[in-house]
């Protein structure tokens, strides 16, 4: 996470998306979760852990070739159905940037 700039003092950064060799603006923020307002299990049952949340939701070209990529998803949630055909792979490739890319779900 340091190689992105993130920390506990800068939770966000912006990052670049790889989809189909076309660059995409996101932002990455790490999120501490504790965990320790749980409903069915003992909040020591289950540990902290520090996760990293994508946001592309402000970059209308992002989610335009986010939508495109993943047209079998997409069309699928938008009927109300779960997506059960295909997920998505983000991978590190070095500096701001990761490529994104889906996999066979089913």
């Not at 923020?29 to 965990?35: A, C, G, P, T």
């Not at 946001?55 to 699928?76: C, D, H, M, Q, V």
């Not at 109300?80 to 997920?87: A, C, I, P, T, Y």
């Not at 490739?93 to 089913?106: E, K, L, P, Q, Y």
Request: proline fraction near 4%; glycine fraction near 6%; charge should be positive.
């Amino acid at each position: 996470m340091e190689t992105l700039g993130i920390c506990f003092d800068k939770k966000a950064v912006i990052v670049t998306l790889i989809i189909g060799n076309m660059r995409y603006p996101a932002s990455i923020r790490m999120i501490n979760q504790n965990r320790s307002k749980t409903r069915k299990l003992l909040p020591e049952e289950l540990p902290n852990r520090l996760m990293l949340n994508f946001n592309w939701k402000p970059y209308g070209e992002t989610k335009n070739a986010i939508r495109e990529y993943f047209e079998k998803s997409f069309k699928l949630l938008s009927e109300g159905e779960k997506n059960l055909v295909e997920g998505a792979r983000f991978t590190h490739i070095g500096g701001d940037s990761f490529r994104v890319d889906s996999f066979d779900a089913s």
